[in-house]
């Protein structure tokens, strides 16, 4: 049974930016699919960015694109987000997620999680 601890959350000014780190638990993480979701405050569950289990794949949502970058690194059993000029929207619960499933696959479909990293956006 796969674990994955999501670490590098924090607070960051408008504009500015920082990186996510997903640390998964056995090298069973290097078969599966990778995202990053993330919960708003007030708001539902959204998807952020996937890249399939070789790596070579990657789709990110349209209003991440050209300033987040999803990246892993299987020897490691790591995957990561660096996230670039950061918007006070984009505050909130940052969750790294894995499994068996499409690059475009919905949250439902992915079979383990992390308990979620804090991102504060302020300005």
């Known amino acids: 049974q796969m674990q994955l601890v999501e670490s590098g959350g924090g607070v960051v000014q408008a504009g500015g930016s920082l990186n996510l780190s997903c640390a998964a638990s056995d090298a069973t993480f290097g078969q599966y699919t990778v995202a990053w979701f993330r919960q708003p405050p007030t708001a539902e569950r959204e998807f952020v960015a996937a890249i399939k289990s070789s790596g070579m794949s990657r789709f990110y949502s349209g209003f991440v694109r050209g300033r987040f970058t999803i990246a892993r690194d299987n020897a490691k059993n790591r995957a990561y987000l660096l996230m670039n000029n950061l918007k006070t929207e984009e505050t909130g619960i940052y969750y790294c997620?894995?499994?068996?499933?499409?690059?475009?696959?919905?949250?439902?479909?992915?079979?383990?999680w992390g308990q979620g990293t804090q991102v504060t956006v302020s300005s």
């Open positions: 997620a894995a499994g068996d499933v499409a690059l475009r696959a919905p949250g439902r479909e992915y079979e383990y």
